[in-house]
């Protein structure tokens, strides 16, 4: 059984028996990759209860006193930690589970390292949505029961997302929704009361915020995670699915990248900014590889040209693994990424060391310069071979024309190919989970078996005295591979919560009255005020003899409803239509007046851009109502927005709305800010 989408349908969900499927969501599907999330979530709850325990136990360590309880919990503290660290490697041997992640096919390929989706708790919209849509919009919640359940139907089917572009739209899709619902529903002024637990896919601890931005950072992860088990499920034997393993990782990369540069304080390890960093040059890596893979996926001519090429672009690949290891070995970095994925960057990086110099010998050694050929070309091609220059009394022409050079040179690649062959066998054989996988050993054995044939060929007695350190293969490439950053505006997304009105209007860093009720008579369509802006529509220029000014209505009112229609989508023209078409009766129009902020909420300093609509910064203000003056006032360091789950994190703190594609007008102050600007905390924003 795949863990595909069952048969498609144009609605979003498809009834199945007693349940029904989200279109790029699968949870029942009985794969192996289900298996082992199952799995993996199974260890993260085993994970957090020894966390919980060894917290307990060093707690009870700094205020215990008698000297034999000190003694006991100090015992306890290091079977917990013997425990917790016998958990943390059955998860590392999860995350490197090639076998079940890899392609179906056969193949006599090293396999690739994909990531494991992160994990997270259940979490319940209903009772702080509906009670911020009565309290903050004063709308009767239960209209909006089936938009609640549609968002929590939306995450549940997102933590067992399918592994093809159906999943990855699917959890796109959610990640845009969450823009809409921060926009809706979390003011910046305090926290709704949603704690969001995700776990981290490396060591499986796990972080709990009241913040949306964690929720948001984490499905990001998800989605380059998802990108790289669609890479490492491609058949690798073809030149279509090379292909889409280069554009899965590259993709990877790219969502990695973009989630490192715009959410900079997550407390989750796999998170960090330099554990991504270290993601993103991984994901880049394999993308180079399947570069590599698909120019010797036809077979390798032995022709000189040919061969020139292939040993550079081998020198490429090992180049990338070479600096992946080094970002590796780096603290902080060293600490928490597994071992195993360590020692493939290493192994790798030897192993396509090895090949580049393999293929360096053999364009030396079998092929000799005949008549006929162009020696311009080829010297040029030797010249352009190496990184930095030939040995000693040897040039790229003399080179050509001399077999004795050319058998020199050959061996003494032959017998750097070997020394690299040796290392990657050594380093394969040091880590435990990766003597469990056959296949990579058995390539690598291949591979210097090869090798070692070819240099027992043309060995001498005198090698040994004669033998030339061959020098380095320059690393080249005729594709270079790149970031390719997410494409959001690609998913079509309907705010699930529009009837609240339009965003622009109708968010949650706005206040208004209650909605009132304003009865009033159109006479010979006359109004007695016109109207104003564009959904929702504003009254505006108000005669206040009017029949509606005496009834209530205000310059600036939103109007919402009329006789019992919702207004709130409705331009000028059809609104005034609508009313001109009650002409002589009783009109009743529901309107709303927008609250002046300033007292409620912090000040924003707004920002300037030539040809861009007005903004506003998410940056607080210290101002003192008392003094109204325009004397800045001491600043207080603001915290970040995504901190460890401490006391300090349940404080207020600004939050961050992000919709690019939505443009947020401010209301008019009635009050002019004091000036000058005094800025909090200008580096801690999250964008």
Not at 84 to 92: F, I, N, S, V
Not at 449 to 458: D, G, I, M, P
Not at 504 to 528: C, H, I, M, Y
Request: proline fraction near 4%.
């Amino acid at each position: 059984m795949t863990d595909a989408l069952l048969p498609a349908a144009r609605q979003p969900l498809e009834k199945e028996s007693d349940g029904y499927f989200r279109k790029g969501c699968n949870p029942l599907a009985q794969t192996g990759r289900s298996k082992l999330q199952n799995q993996r979530a199974a260890l993260n709850q085993q994970i957090l209860k020894a966390v919980r325990m060894r917290t307990g136990a060093e707690n009870l360590l700094r205020v215990a006193t008698n000297q034999k309880v000190r003694e006991q919990v100090r015992l306890e503290l290091s079977f917990v930690n013997s425990d917790l660290q016998m958990l943390k490697e059955e998860l590392e041997g999860l995350n490197i589970s090639v076998g079940v992640y890899q392609g179906a096919e056969e193949a006599f390929t090293i396999p690739l390292i994909p990531l494991g989706l992160k994990e997270t708790k259940e979490v319940d919209f209903s009772v702080a949505l509906k009670d911020f849509i009565l309290e903050h919009y004063s709308e009767d919640s239960y209209l909006y029961e089936d938009e609640i359940a549609d968002l929590m139907d939306l995450r549940q089917a997102c933590r067992t997302p399918s592994r093809d572009e159906a999943g990855v739209e699917l959890l796109m899709t959610y990640f845009i929704q969450l823009g809409f619902v921060e926009s809706r529903f979390f003011p910046p002024t305090h926290h709704m009361g949603l704690l969001f637990t995700w776990y981290d896919s490396f060591t499986g601890v796990p972080v709990s915020q009241q913040n949306l931005l964690l929720e948001k950072a984490s499905i990001l992860f998800n989605i380059g995670a998802l990108y790289t088990q669609i890479g490492t499920r491609c058949n690798r034997q073809t030149q279509a699915g090379l292909e889409s393993a280069m554009d899965a990782f590259q993709r990877a990369a790219g969502v990695l990248n973009y989630l490192k540069e715009t959410f900079t304080h997550t407390p989750s390890y796999d998170m960090s900014p330099a554990m991504l960093s270290v993601l993103v040059k991984m994901m880049l890596a394999q993308a180079q590889e399947s570069v590599f893979e698909k120019i010797c996926l036809p077979g390798i001519r032995n022709e000189f040209f040919m061969l020139v090429k292939v040993a550079q672009e081998a020198a490429k690949v090992a180049e990338a693994y070479r600096q992946l290891h080094a970002a590796m070995s780096q603290a902080p970095v060293k600490e928490n990424i597994p071992y195993s994925w360590a020692s493939v960057a290493c192994i790798k990086a030897h192993h396509y060391g090895a090949l580049a110099h393999y293929f360096a010998a053999i364009l030396l050694i079998d092929h000799q310069l005949k008549p006929g050929v162009d020696v311009d070309h080829q010297e040029k091609c030797l010249s352009e071979l190496y990184d930095d220059h030939m040995p000693d009394g040897m040039t790229p022409l003399d080179t050509l024309k001399s077999d004795q050079q050319r058998g020199q040179l050959g061996k003494g690649h032959l017998h750097r190919a070997i020394g690299h062959h040796e290392e990657s066998l050594r380093e394969a054989s040091l880590c435990k989970k990766l003597r469990d996988i056959q296949v990579l050993r058995d390539v690598l054995s291949a591979a210097q078996q090869r090798t070692q044939l070819k240099y027992a060929q043309h060995q001498a007695d005198d090698d040994l005295l004669n033998l030339i350190d061959a020098p380095d293969v320059l690393p080249k490439t005729e594709q270079e591979v790149e970031i390719i950053l997410p494409q959001f505006s690609k998913v079509t997304v309907t705010d699930f919560f529009q009837k609240l009105g339009p965003l622009s209007v109708f968010s949650a860093n706005k206040r208004w009255t209650p909605p009132r009720s304003v009865q009033f008579t159109v006479e010979e369509g006359d109004l007695g005020f016109t109207l104003r802006g564009n959904t929702p529509v504003q009254v505006h220029f108000l005669d206040p003899y009017c029949s509606a000014a005496l009834a209530g209505a205000k310059e600036g009112d939103y109007i919402v409803s009329i006789q019992g229609l919702d207004c709130k989508w409705l331009t000028v023209s059809e609104v005034m239509k609508l009313l001109k078409s009650f002409g002589g009766d009783e009109v009743e129009m529901k309107v709303v007046s927008l609250l002046d902020t300033t007292s409620s909420m912090h000040n924003k300093s707004a920002t300037y851009s030539v040809g861009m609509q007005k903004t506003y910064s998410m940056i607080c203000l210290s101002m003192d109502d008392d003094d109204k003056t325009d004397k800045a006032k001491k600043i207080s360091k603001k915290l970040s927005f995504l901190s460890w789950g401490t006391s300090k994190s349940r404080q207020k703190s600004a939050s961050t709305l992000c919709l690019p594609e939505i443009g947020l007008a401010r209301p008019q102050a009635k009050k002019k800010l004091p000036t000058p600007f005094s800025l909090l905390n200008s580096d801690s924003s999250l964008y």
